[in-house]
């Protein structure tokens, strides 16, 4: 395959963002119909950064709001309300999101896995991905060495790396997550998508990337 017929797609996401938690099965469809001359790349989008304050109540109803949503707009996906009972929530995402590059960086195979971790104990099992205790957890029950994982998870290139990838998506073109975006040798080209369909996706990249 000649060079310059290569093209990238990627994949803008927050472990933490129940958009993505919804379009993980229309993603993986898309995924296993992609063109051979596609490559996947994720990029971490860092939703919210970090914080130690208790999410406002109104902040926390709202959310909740947004779950039932998705429930009604992505039919089969599903949510453990009793996360909201369980865990005291905080508009932090960024430790989720250093997590799946810390994983990433230890082991490459561990990063899907690591976002799948962090995507189940968060929705189903009411865990909260906010606290590094249950990322080292996560970490460690997909087989990553839990002592690299602690020192990898707020050290100081793993921070960088996640800047560089959250500015890397702003630049490309991402319009909140998931984003998808193709990079071909015309450039990056924002994809749309349906959370419940994925030939939608695929229709157009069969027209872009040709």
Not at 26 to 39: C, F, M, S, V, Y
Not at 65 to 84: A, E, H, L
Not at 106 to 123: C, F, N, R, W
Not at 168 to 190: C, V
Request: charged share 20%; proline share 7%; with cysteine.
């Amino acid at each position: 395959m000649p060079q310059d017929s290569q093209a990238i797609l990627f994949y803008v996401h927050d472990p933490m963002c129940s958009w993505c938690w919804a379009f993980a099965p229309t993603w993986a469809e898309i995924k296993q119909n992609l063109p051979e001359h596609i490559k996947v790349r994720y990029l971490l989008g860092g939703l919210a950064s970090d914080s130690n304050e208790p999410m406002p109540s109104a902040m926390q109803a709202a959310i909740s709001g947004y779950w039932r949503t998705i429930m009604q707009k992505v039919p089969g996906t599903q949510f453990n309300f009793d996360f909201w009972e369980k865990c005291e929530p905080r508009r932090s995402t960024y430790p989720s999101c250093r997590a799946v590059i810390a994983a990433r960086n230890q082991d490459v195979t561990k990063e899907l896995p690591m976002i799948s971790a962090i995507q189940h104990g968060y929705y189903l099992n009411a865990m909260n991905p906010s606290d590094d205790s249950t990322l080292v957890t996560l970490a460690s029950e997909i087989g990553l060495n839990s002592t690299q994982f602690e020192k990898d998870l707020n050290s100081l290139d793993t921070q960088n790396q996640l800047i560089e990838e959250i500015n890397m998506g702003r630049a490309i073109g991402a319009q909140g997550f998931p984003s998808l975006i193709l990079k071909t040798p015309k450039g990056y080209q924002y994809l749309p998508h349906d959370y419940n369909d994925a030939t939608f996706t695929l229709s157009r990249l069969s027209k872009l990337a040709l």
